[in-house]
Every structure is written in structure tokens, then in C-alpha cells.
């Protein structure tokens, strides 16, 4: 039981211990010192294709790849997260860091403070919307936005899309979203939706939205070509050399391609069949051990059944993107913390029972929640998200007036905002960026579909 509190704890607190502090003017501390102090410190953003926590286990692009590259030195990875751009670089100047793993724009003002470094990567504005619209046609040129309804946030997609229109003469029909619980990605959601036709975003992140929205189409580019990479300190050539050497040699490895797919390509969503055979009383092929360790949680058997659907569809080999895997979609820090043999990860039983000691040792971190029924719903969430998030949600439905013991129309709005850097930046927040969104439809589904069980199987 210790361990699993352990555990819970390790998965709640991202500890951002402060870097040893190197004065901007030390020209000194480079790759050597780097390997002599056996820890290289990288500075990257929260967001969805940099940084994020993912069910207690730190995940992103950026981390993966800056991982493999500081294995590659032999040394160990420490993450440092910044506001914003001139932070992150402020941060590295200040020596709070040694690497900017980030696609920071390669402009003349950086330049001027940084050396860029790693790969070339080659970014622009594209614009966002569906393979069919109401009109059933798709939008191939800039020129026949005129007319069109199109939405951006304040910033350079607004700019950009408002020089546009100067280029063309005017004519397009610009919405500036200037609602700060609205992201990007929230934009992008609504063009999927089909809750507005068109709004601009960088192609990185139309690519990453794709996997969640297959029904986008992101090729028409609106903007020229911008380059970006990592960055080092100008006194720190020797890591940039390693760093650029090291994508050179690794942009085509088997580890650096599954990466770029894990993030750009494989869906972001779990197929999704029907049931066995309602009139037949039956759900899947499982019900048995659902029924036998739904009792040691005390949860309704069809709840635990709904929740193994809505992760795995009931198929034993499933592998998300992420690396869960089984019938109960277990993380492999959390299949081992909860005693999973290795190897033993899509047993049925063995999942489920391992998901059922997860239950439990998260239901016991909810116990000021005193409502089962809502603490159920608490439960659910951190099992989609990871406790850290549903925490940060709870204290920022606290500061802003909120009952942070009610999910519905209260912890749960605050999951959504935790995708928007004003809310994962507070101070209260101690775990980043979050796509809430996931989680808020997460705990509906799951609830949905255990009364949808429950009308029409006897329990």
C-alpha cells in the first residue's frame, strides 16, 4: 500500500527543482562540463506537441526527442518549462538552463542573443477547415477567402490573416476571438465540429489536431515559410554542435520517427464497436471478471465495464498512442506500480485487476470528496488524466469562486481551461498544459454509457 501512495505522489508533483545558476557572461559551462555534472537541462513550453503530463508520465515531442538526445550524451534529463518565448530565452541567458528544446523562431532578434542549433525545422500559418463543408467544397487557394468567415486568435494569426485581406483587396470576413477561454485548439475544434467553417493555426498543430479530427483538411498554406529550432547560449557552441550533429545522424532512426508518428500521425481516438448482445444480457466477452472486482471497489459492475469499452473497445492488445496498453489502457509506469507482471500486460484479469487497485488508491486521494457518486466521476477523471490535472482543475475552481468538491459545472470547466496558459500557468497549477477537453467528454462517455448498461442489462 505504501508504494501505491508513493506512487500516487510521484504522479501528482512534478517537482521543477531550480538549476544551478550560470551568469549569462560565464563562457565556461559547454558540452564538457554538461557530461562532467551528468545532468543536461533543457527549457521547452508547456503545450500539446512540446510538454505535457499524460496520466503521471511526462510526455511531448520535444521531451522525447530531447531525451533521446541527452541519452545520447549519457547524461540525465531535466525539464525546465517557460511562459513564452522571450522567457524561454531569458531563462537561458540567466543560465537556468543549457538547451531550448523548442521551435523557437529563428528571427533577428533571437539571433541576435542565441545560437540556433538541432534541426531546421520549416513551420507556417495554414488554413484550417473541413474536407466538406456546407458547401461540400474545399478551399485551394488564399483568393477564395474572400467572402469567407474566418476566425484567429489575437496575435500573429490575426495579423496575418488581416494582411491578407489588405493583399487581396478586403473581403474576408475576419473574427477576432478574443475570449480567453478559447484556445486555438479549441478553434480547431469547432471547425471539426462544423460550429464555424475556417480559422488559422500554425501546421505543427493542425498536423497534431488531425489525429483527433481525421475529417480536417490543413493544406492550404496562408503565410510564408518560418524557420525554427533548438538554441543554445553563444557560449555554449560545443552543445550545439552535438546537438545539430545528433539530428543529423538521428532524423531518419527508428526511436526519432516513432516519435514524429506518435504525435503527427497515429490516431488520437480508439475505434469503438457495439456491444455483444443486450437482449442476451451480455456486454463483452469479460463481464465475468468485470462482475468479480467491480465488488472490491464497490462500483456497479457495468460502470467498470463501460469504463474497459470506452478505453479499449474490450480488445486485449490495444496500444495507444501514448503506450497504454490492455483492456484497461494502463500506463507502464502505473501497470508496474500496481503490480502487473511484465509481459502480462494485455491479460485480461491481470488488467482489470490492476485497474481496480488504481481505482482504489485514487478514490482514497478524492476522500474529501464525500459524495460517492460524485467522487466517482473525480475518480474517472484522473484515470483519463492523471490526478496532477484534476488537482490543479479543483484549485482553480476554488480561486475562482467554485465548489472544487462538484465536478459538473464546476471542477470540470476548470479541466477545460487547463489547455489555455492562462489558467496551466498559474501558480496554483503545478502540472502544465492539459488537453481537458478529452477528459470532460471522458467522464460523460463513461457515465453515459454505464445508465445506458444499466436500463437495458439487469445487474
Known amino acids: 500500500m505504501k508504494n501505491i501512495w508513493l506512487f500516487l505522489l510521484a504522479c501528482t508533483c512534478m517537482v521543477a527543482c531550480r538549476h544551478r545558476s550560470h551568469p549569462a557572461q560565464e563562457t565556461n559551462y559547454d558540452l564538457p562540463q554538461i557530461k562532467d555534472s551528468g545532468e543536461l537541462v533543457v527549457l521547452t513550453l508547456n503545450s500539446s506537441i512540446s510538454y505535457f503530463d499524460y496520466r503521471g508520465e511526462p510526455m511531448g515531442l520535444q521531451y522525447e526527442l530531447a531525451s533521446q538526445f541527452a541519452r545520447s550524451l549519457g547524461v540525465r534529463l531535466r525539464v525546465e518549462t517557460a511562459r513564452n518565448t522571450h522567457h524561454l530565452v ?5 543560465g537556468e538552463g543549457d538547451l531550448i528544446a523548442y521551435n523557437l523562431p529563428v528571427t533577428k532578434e533571437f539571433k541576435d542573443s542565441v545560437l540556433f542549433c538541432g534541426e531546421d525545422n520549416i513551420t507556417h500559418q495554414i488554413l484550417v477547415q473541413r474536407n466538406t463543408n456546407k458547401k461540400g467544397k474545399v478551399l485551394n487557394n488564399v483568393t ?3 467572402g469567407k468567415e474566418v476566425y484567429a486568435k489575437p496575435g500573429k494569426h490575426l495579423e496575418r490573416l488581416i494582411n491578407l485581406d489588405k493583399e487581396l483587396g478586403g473581403g474576408i470576413l475576419i473574427h477576432r476571438v478574443d475570449n480567453d477561454s478559447i484556445t486555438t485548439e479549441d478553434l480547431i475544434m469547432q471547425v471539426s465540429k462544423g460550429e464555424i467553417d475556417y480559422a488559422l493555426c500554425d501546421n505543427d498543430l ?22 525554427a529550432s533548438w538554441a543554445v547560449r553563444k557560449t555554449s557552441p560545443l552543445l550545439g554542435e552535438a546537438a545539430t550533429l545528433w539530428h543529423t545522424k538521428n532524423i531518419t532512426s527508428p526511436a526519432y520517427q516513432a516519435s514524429t508518428k506518435r504525435y503527427f500521425e497515429i ?19 469479460f463481464d465475468a471478471l468485470f462482475k468479480k472486482y467491480a465488488e472490491e471497489i464497490n462500483w456497479d459492475w457495468r460502470l467498470l465495464a463501460s469504463l474497459a469499452y470506452t478505453e479499449s473497445n474490450f480488445d486485449t492488445t490495444a496500444v495507444s498512442w501514448a503506450g497504454a496498453k490492455g483492456l484497461m489502457q494502463l500506463m507502464p509506469r502505473t501497470a508496474r506500480a500496481m503490480g502487473i507482471p511484465a509481459g502480462k500486460e494485455q491479460n485480461p484479469e491481470e488488467s482489470i485487476k490492476a485497474a481496480v487497485k488504481y481505482i482504489a488508491a485514487t478514490s482514497r486521494s478524492f476522500h474529501a470528496v464525500k459524495d460517492e457518486n460524485e467522487r466517482t466521476k473525480f475518480v474517472l477523471a484522473a484515470y483519463n488524466a492523471g490526478i496532477g490535472h484534476v488537482l490543479d482543475a479543483m484549485a482553480l475552481a476554488e480561486k475562482y469562486g467554485k465548489d472544487k468538491y462538484v465536478w459538473d459545472n464546476s471542477v470540470d470547466n476548470y479541466i477545460l481551461l487547463k489547455s489555455n496558459e492562462e489558467y496551466f500557468n498559474d501558480p496554483i497549477c503545478k502540472n502544465g498544459y492539459f488537453r481537458g477537453v478529452e477528459t470532460y467528454n471522458f467522464v460523460k462517455e463513461v457515465i453515459g454509457r454505464s445508465e445506458v448498461y444499466k436500463a437495458k442489462i439487469k445487474g
Do not use: C, W
Open 90 to 94: 531569458h531563462k537561458l541567458l540567466q
Open 144 to 146: 477564395e477567402l474572400i
Open 206 to 227: 493542425a498536423k497534431l489536431n488531425k489525429t483527433y479530427y481525421p475529417n480536417l483538411n490543413i493544406d492550404l498554406a496562408v503565410s510564408f515559410d518560418q524557420r
Open 267 to 285: 490516431s488520437k481516438r480508439m475505434p469503438h464497436g457495439s456491444i455483444l448482445s443486450v437482449k442476451d444480457g451480455k456486454i463483452s466477452h
